[in-house]
């Protein structure tokens, strides 16, 4: 059982954050095409999202992976536009109720 821990968010003008820790040992399991070599060893790159979401991580939409951090590989940071407004689903029932006078 792995447990993964949430930052709160905080922002600038622009942007919300957050940084996501995993578990060490969950970091183990990762797919080894997930790192890039560096001077510094394994460093994890940059996920997408369903490269993140795969690995475990929950969160709403709209946030991206847009740092790593090389000394701490486990810690993830994410950012996503402050005004971001997710897309609204249009439901298109038939025969929707019309009035007429």
Same mark, same amino acid.
């Given at each position: 059982?792995? /447990?993964?821990? *949430?930052?709160?968010? *905080?922002?600038?003008?622009?942007?919300?954050?957050?940084?996501? &820790?995993?578990?060490?040992?969950?970091?183990?399991?990762?797919?080894?095409?997930?790192?890039?070599?560096?001077?510094?060893?394994? @460093?994890?790159?940059?996920?997408?999202?369903?490269?993140? /979401?795969? &690995?475990?991580?929950?969160?709403?939409?709209?946030?991206?992976?847009?740092?790593?951090? +090389?000394?701490?590989?486990?810690?993830?940071?994410?950012? /996503? +536009?402050?005004?971001?407004?997710?897309? @609204?689903?249009?439901?298109?029932?038939?025969?929707? @109720?019309? /009035?007429?006078?």
């Amino acid at each position: 059982f792995f /447990r993964i821990h *949430y930052s709160d968010r *905080y922002s600038d003008d622009e942007y919300e954050y957050r940084h996501v &820790i995993l578990p060490k040992n969950l970091l183990k399991l990762i797919p080894k095409e997930f790192f890039m070599n560096s001077e510094s060893g394994n @460093t994890l790159r940059l996920l997408q999202e369903p490269e993140w /979401r795969g &690995i475990g991580i929950t969160q709403s939409l709209g946030w991206e992976h847009y740092e790593v951090h +090389a000394p701490e590989p486990w810690v993830l940071l994410f950012r /996503r +536009a402050k005004d971001y407004q997710p897309p @609204t689903q249009h439901s298109s029932k038939p025969g929707g @109720t019309r /009035r007429t006078k």
